[in-house]
């Protein structure tokens, strides 16, 4: 398990991986990728009570993780391989002809680390409630852990998911909502205002906790917090995680523009000169 | 031919009650959901006896289908129920991700299928579903004839790891296949022998198909009738060898002619065994509010039709 510091590092060279797969693959959503991935880092290399060596496909005995934005794949794939569940080499197939690593993730070619294809939005948060029935049915103590984007809860499934997970008390549920403001057109709240996230949440019987996306202390705190309420309060947790789309490159940071595009080679220097190699790259 | 007796009029929703009521005893890690219409599926004898493992989704059928798929990469055999109309085109697109393409061991099991809803009309008569389910990729398509074939294949999809489209009906029809059948996924069933022409069917119009062979035998023509309930995979060794033998060919189903059986045949032929091929089926129109008798009546798809449909493939042998 990593210390703050650690994460930091991690963090650091998961958003240098993003850059250069989006780059060579020419292809990919650097934007949602970089706003999500500090309190996924923190998700996968402190909180998880999983690994590399323990994961299978039916997640029994373990924590499981659902990637519910498809789209944000170079941020799961990149952490995935940082933490041993494929070669890190592997990074550099990234939408290429025959990769285990698809544009958005896939089962088909059993890549460790995904239990369901995703990319379709606003189906995975539903996935994830089933796997959560499934352990509570199996005894089995560990926790469902999921990621949905503020964009993608414009899809109706979105609620339907969340009236069906409040109704039958999964509370071994933790939703995680990458709240970056910004979607394919423009700004969330200018393209189809999502309206007071955090109430709406409440309103559909969730515990919702607040968190600063980009600050270690605050995502350990919102994830230990999660687990204690949810099972406190008997329901299941969302999480917004305050964050800014395109963080740590400055010219991808707070706009839409970077959502789903990849960065000309001169761009992709100018990004990886403001992003420190710490743990080598692919 | 062989003669197959009616034991009473039975509704195939209901065989697909007692199939999964039975395996639901058998098997712990049998699960089902439903859409608010558990009485209609006649799934209430499982959700009764089994509280623990029945999920009512209430009226949302999207989240439904993704539920059904977190179970069922748990290790869950997943049945998930609601109308035919509803539990395809409404949730193809979580289908496609959820259940087809992530290969999870779900069973869309599918009520109220085709022209014989009645009397609701074209809003809940879903005719094109097959179509919709047999082109995705590792789906399993089947649709029983009665009863009891309904129950068998219920029981026998449990066995099968992996998405299946399990289609029924509404009405009370004949009762005609054995009771505790063994049933083959996949694999055709010739009920009858004959010479001159093959009757595919599926479904509701198998037992029509017998009819139309019977009218037939009555005026001299020799008719094969098959059995296909299972559309995907395609028992196309067995339609080869029969279309060999007879030289023509009808396929009668309730579903559009486009997307439906007799398409998956017409497709083979041509490609292996072309020989006059008629189709009874509904040409690209919606249904309306009716009796369900009344209403295949009407839209053609009855042992008439088929004797006509017979007729002409065999008039155009060369």
Not at chain 1, 159 to 176: C, G, Q, R, S, T
Not at chain 2, 120 to 127: E, K, P, S, V
């Amino acid at each position: 398990m990593q210390d703050i510091q650690q994460l930091k590092d991690t963090a650091v060279q998961v958003r240098r991986d993003i850059i250069r797969m989006v780059t060579l693959a020419q292809s990919g959503h650097p934007g949602g990728s970089l706003s999500s991935t500090d309190f996924m880092t923190a998700l996968f290399f402190k909180e998880l009570n999983s690994s590399a060596q323990r994961w299978t496909k039916e997640g029994k005995g373990n924590d499981m993780f659902f990637l519910s934005a498809g789209h944000i794949s170079p941020m799961f794939y990149s952490i995935l391989a940082r933490a041993g569940y494929f070669p890190v080499k592997e990074l550099a197939t990234f939408r290429k002809l025959g990769s285990r690593l698809q544009g958005h993730p896939s089962v088909e070619m059993h890549l460790p680390g995904v239990h369901c294809a995703s990319g379709s939005l606003g189906q995975g948060l539903s996935v994830a409630i089933g796997a959560a029935l499934a352990k509570r049915a199996n005894q089995d103590p560990n926790y469902v852990y999921v990621l949905v984007g503020d964009g993608e809860s414009e899809e109706g499934q979105i609620w339907e998911a969340a009236m069906f997970a409040a109704h039958n008390k999964v509370d071994n549920l933790i939703a995680i909502t990458d709240w970056n403001r910004q979607q394919i057109d423009g700004n969330v709240d200018e393209v189809a205002g999502l309206g007071d996230l955090e109430q709406k949440w409440r309103a559909f019987g969730w515990s919702v906790i607040v968190a600063d996306g980009h600050d270690f202390d605050s995502i350990l705190d919102a994830y230990s917090r999660a687990k204690k309420e949810s099972k406190e309060k008997n329901r299941p947790v969302m999480i917004l995680m305050k964050t800014c789309m395109g963080k740590g490159v400055d010219f991808m940071e707070g706009t839409c523009e970077w959502h789903g595009k990849a960065p000309k080679p001169e761009q992709a220097d100018k990004a990886l000169a403001q992003l420190k190699e710490t743990l080598g790259d692919f | 031919m062989t003669t197959y007796t009616n034991s009473g009029n039975k509704d195939t929703r209901s065989g697909f009650g007692a199939g999964l009521y039975e395996i639901g005893q058998k098997n712990n890690d049998v699960v089902a959901l439903c859409a608010d219409l558990t009485g209609s599926l006649k799934m209430d004898a499982f959700a009764k006896a089994f509280p623990d493992r029945f999920f009512e989704s209430g009226i949302a059928e999207a989240n439904m289908i993704g539920v059904s798929a977190g179970l069922a990469l748990s290790g869950k055999c997943v049945f998930a129920g609601s109308f035919a109309a509803f539990v395809t085109g409404r949730v193809y697109d979580q289908i496609r991700q959820a259940v087809a393409y992530s290969n999870t061991n779900v069973k869309i099991c599918a009520s109220h299928a085709g022209i014989t809803l009645g009397e609701d009309g074209a809003t809940h008569q879903i005719l094109e579903d097959i179509g919709l389910m047999k082109m995705l990729p590792n789906m399993i398509v089947i649709n029983p004839c009665d009863y009891n074939q309904t129950k068998a294949a219920t029981i026998a999809v449990a066995s099968h790891n992996g998405p299946v489209y399990l289609r029924f009906g509404r009405p009370g029809v004949p009762n005609f296949t054995p009771e505790n059948q063994k049933f083959e996924i996949g694999k055709a069933l010739k009920l009858s022998e004959g010479k001159d022409v093959t009757l595919f069917a599926t479904g509701h119009l198998v037992w029509e198909a017998l009819q139309a062979c019977k009218l037939l035998e009555e005026e001299g023509v020799s008719a094969e009738v098959m059995d296909i309930h299972t559309i995907k995979p395609l028992d196309t060794e067995s339609i080869i060898a029969s279309v060999t033998k007879t030289g023509a060919a009808v396929c009668a189903e309730e579903h559009f002619i486009a997307g439906g059986l007799g398409e998956s045949i017409a497709g083979e032929l041509a490609a292996r065994k072309p020989v006059p091929m008629e189709f009874v089926a509904v040409n690209d129109r919606f249904g309306q509010s009716g009796a369900p008798a009344e209403l295949m009546k009407s839209y053609g798809l009855d042992a008439d039709h088929i004797v006509q449909a017979a007729k002409k493939a065999i008039s155009r042998k060369q």
